[in-house]
């Protein structure tokens, strides 16, 4: 029984052994010398404005949220496409109700102006 669990097992032995290895390894080769211009701000060229804990505006998480939403719809439709002609109209139907809802659920946050933006 145990023997079935070997090569999991040595698979997580020899995925650490490498992660140490390159660790260990960039430490002994690489220079640590930091100085000033290593140490600045380097994200976008200048000194930030603002605290790091300001509230970002509501539509970021918005837009955030139709990404995930229409990445997951994309997701369910190809395994659905592929398996279509076996599960026969009543896959068809249940699959439209579900692309229904996210059609009433994206109109409604067009009507509503959370795309909109100024």
Partial sequence: ???????????????????????????VVAPNNPDAEKLSVYECGFEPFEDARVKFDVRYYLIAILFILFDLEIAFLFPWAIVLKEIGWFGFVSMMVFLGILVVGFAYEWMRGALEWE
């Fill in 1 to 27: 029984m145990l023997a079935n669990y070997f090569p999991i097992l040595l698979f997580i032995v020899v995925g650490i052994a490498i992660g140490t290895v390159c660790v260990a390894l960039g430490r």
